[in-house]
């Protein structure tokens, strides 16, 4: 069963503008981490933010903040005044303890975004 | 080193032939992960080593897949006798097992079997 989905497989966005992309998650345990990742055309996978599932806050990095609702499952990526730069592929995952005590990160399909000047 | 190192950056065998690709992790980082990358497609988990426990290899495709770690250092992903669908990019990953902080990439293998 699929742990993480991200329903957009493509947004568009004007510079300077705000932007969401969604994701939601699925597991049963109380302890888990949600990240989220930027992976330019370049290829290489760059760690944006994370946030934990008893943080009280919703976590902040910069122009990247994540809008994180326990309740619902969701915790979708917020990124303010696009840049061009912002052009990418953006990854959510999860870490969440399996049997054994394991933690492996899963990853979603992933949303391309494309920042328009 | 300052990141994690993968070699070669770019690989392109001949279908059947074997490949080793190798991670380099970042020194003192007890979890190592493997994963692939299909074109324009996420990442799917192959293998995760945790200091020097019994390796999780519940993401290995096949047994022509195997990977090794000695201790805490670097890591060999050995493919065997390829098949083109083989052909993806290879990611390693290193990190503390349980972070707040991500788990930092290497640049890749980008896999080519013709």
């Known amino acids: 069963a699929q742990k993480i989905t991200q329903t957009q497989p493509g947004m568009f966005v004007q510079e300077k503008e705000a932007v969401t992309l969604d994701c939601t998650y699925d597991?049963?345990?109380?302890?888990?981490?949600l990240f989220w990742y930027k992976q330019p055309s370049s290829g290489e996978m760059i760690f944006l933010i994370y946030q934990g599932s008893y943080d009280q806050q919703n976590a902040t990095e910069g122009r990247y903040s994540l809008n994180f609702q326990k309740a619902r499952k969701s915790a979708n990526l917020v990124i303010s005044a696009s840049q061009l730069g912002d052009s990418a592929m953006y990854f959510c995952?999860?870490?969440?303890?399996?049997?054994?005590?394991?933690?492996?990160?899963?990853f979603g399909r992933g949303t391309s975004l494309i920042v328009h000047p | 080193g300052a990141g994690v190192s993968q070699s070669p950056s770019n690989k392109v065998t001949e279908k059947g032939k074997d490949v080793e690709l190798r991670c380099d992790p970042i020194s003192g980082h007890t979890a190592l992960y493997w994963y692939r990358q299909r074109l324009g497609q996420g990442l799917e988990f192959l293998i995760y080593?945790?200091?020097?426990?019994?390796?999780?290899k519940s993401g290995l495709p096949s047994d022509r897949f195997s990977a090794e770690r000695t201790g805490e250092s670097v890591s060999t992903l050995t493919i065997q006798r390829t098949q083109q669908e083989d052909s993806a990019v290879y990611l390693c990953?290193?990190?503390?097992?349980?972070?707040?902080?991500?788990?930092?990439f290497g640049s890749g293998t980008r896999l080519t079997v013709v």
């Open positions: 990953a290193s990190g503390a097992s349980v972070t707040n902080y991500g788990y930092t």
């Open positions: 080593f945790q200091g020097n426990s019994a390796p999780d």
């Open positions: 597991t049963s345990d109380p302890s888990y981490g």
């Open positions: 995952a999860m870490r969440d303890p399996l049997g054994g005590g394991s933690y492996i990160p899963t």
